[in-house]
């Protein structure tokens, strides 16, 4: 007897486009999914539902949500459904209909728990609420979308801080940080799933619990993190100079399972500049607080991020921050120029600097910064280090990839392992002897396993 095949519409593939605050979203999306009986599919040809999570953070980001889009309609195959979630809707879901009216479904960036809503709505639809940001609580399923040994754990969403080149808290809204006892089920979650490096992130780690009112409660959480006996690391990912205090840095040197990595976002270094981005240090501050990692945590990582062309910027001013890098030089710089955002209160001030201004002053910028890095990078020759080592290098099975602890994934530079006969497994550590660099990377052999005694000296 013939029987007519039924075409079960339940694969979708997942995009996730701008910061790990937003992937993390996207993994609490894949987990609901995932546990209300959908598959997911690693191409997009395949797949019956289509979901994108935006950025809206920087016109660039915008477009490369538009450009993600019309990709995927171009690709997918005739009854997909696109569904887009995420920032670019919570502020422009109007010129997203607009320009792709074919578009199944609209989630705010609030309103991640609304996906299987999304997918089974038989009609198009959005649920674009007031809820800016998300954050997961209770028994929300999430499945990681990151290599095993490493996963992020978001401690709060939203900003208290005014940035004046920034729409940060326009579209997540004010600061809601997670209670220290969420925070915590959450981390034993991660490492009861033989996650071994938890990243911690938020807009600004060292504002959480400062929307109860707490003082030092990073700090505290980290302490109550250290408790738990089990090898791991934990890394911090973006700390405002303010915000690192000497009890902050007490419990980072206290325990080597937190990584000596900070990302300490800075912008600028000129008074008059970091005052007109309404930035809360001073040039002599950020210096001193330089000054006081490297002395109180050897070997420390810092990575930053600076600005060049915010409105008003002049040569001098430029200058000083140039000279500034190779003074006070540091590991790692991402640079941006100014990006004009018309909810931004940089947007209405006077001084624009044009588009070739800023890009010469990103190009000089950058060549002093990879100056700086070349010499610190060597630096790093003879050394031995404790890594992971995260699989093959993607231009050649021949070759290994590892990170020490200063090395953050997706962001900074690896080590290239030029042999690595002796490594067992993936996603484990390892002794490593740094033999030579290649500009961001570094290139070492894996001299064995680590030693037993430095694992539990880690405990």
């Known amino acids: 007897m013939f029987k007519r095949k039924i075409d079960f519409q339940n694969k979708f593939h997942f995009t996730s486009l701008g910061c790990a605050r937003n992937l993390v979203d996207s993994e609490v999306m894949i987990g609901i999914l995932l546990k209300n009986g959908y598959e997911a599919s690693s191409t997009v040809e395949d797949a019956d539902y289509l979901v994108v999570n935006t950025c809206g953070f920087l016109e660039a980001s915008r477009q490369e949500g538009v450009d993600t889009i019309q990709d995927l309609f171009q690709r997918k195959k005739k009854d997909a459904k696109v569904i887009v979630a995420g920032c670019m809707v919570q502020k422009h879901s109007g010129e997203l209909k607009e320009k792709f009216p074919e578009i199944h479904y609209l989630l705010g960036s609030g309103d991640v728990e609304k996906i299987l809503q999304a997918v089974q709505a038989g009609s198009s639809g959005e649920e674009v609420t007031d809820a800016k940001s998300y954050l997961q609580w209770g028994e ?58 938890i990243i911690l992130i938020a807009q600004d780690l060292g504002d959480f619990g400062r929307d109860r009112k707490e003082k030092g409660a990073l700090a505290r959480l980290l302490r109550s993190m250290l408790e738990i006996k089990q090898n791991f690391w934990i890394r911090l990912l973006y700390l405002y100079p303010d915000e690192i205090d000497d009890e902050l840095i007490s419990v980072m040197k206290s325990d080597s399972r937190i990584c000596p990595y900070l990302d300490m976002p800075l912008q600028h270094v000129n008074n008059e500049m970091l005052k007109a981005m309404h930035r809360t240090t001073s040039k002599e501050e950020i210096v001193q607080i330089i000054q006081k990692l490297r002395e109180e945590i050897p070997g420390i990582v810092i ?157």
């Not at 021949?398 to 602890?405: D, I, P, S, V, Y």
Request: proline share 5%; aromatic share 8%.
């Open 140 to 197: 929300v399923p999430r499945t990681i979308s990151t290599p095993k040994h490493y996963a992020y754990l978001k401690i709060a969403e939203g900003c208290k801080k005014r940035c004046a080149f920034c729409i940060i808290p326009t579209i997540k809204g004010p600061l809601k940080s997670k209670t220290e006892t969420q925070v915590l089920k959450e981390f034993q979650a991660l490492l009861s799933q033989g996650v071994f490096e």
């Open 303 to 459: 990575r930053t991020s600076l600005m060049v062309g915010f409105p008003g910027e002049t040569e001098e001013q430029f200058q000083e921050m140039l000279k500034f890098v190779k003074e006070h030089p540091l590991d790692n710089v991402g640079i941006f120029q100014f990006s004009l955002e018309k909810e931004a209160y940089a947007a209405r001030l006077e001084n624009q600097i044009s588009e070739e201004v800023k890009k010469d002053r990103f190009e000089r910028l950058a060549k002093a910064q990879l100056k700086v890095l070349r010499k610190r990078q060597k630096e790093w020759i003879g050394k031995k280090v404790i890594a992971i080592v995260e699989g093959f290098h993607p231009e050649s099975n021949l070759l290994l990839r590892a990170r020490h602890q200063g090395q953050c994934p997706d962001i900074d530079g690896q080590i290239i392992i030029n042999d690595g006969r002796r490594v067992t497994q993936f996603g484990k550590l390892y002794e490593v002897e740094i033999t030579d660099v290649s500009d961001y990377d570094l290139i070492g052999t894996v001299l064995g396993p680590l030693p037993c005694k430095q694992k539990l000296a880690l405990v």
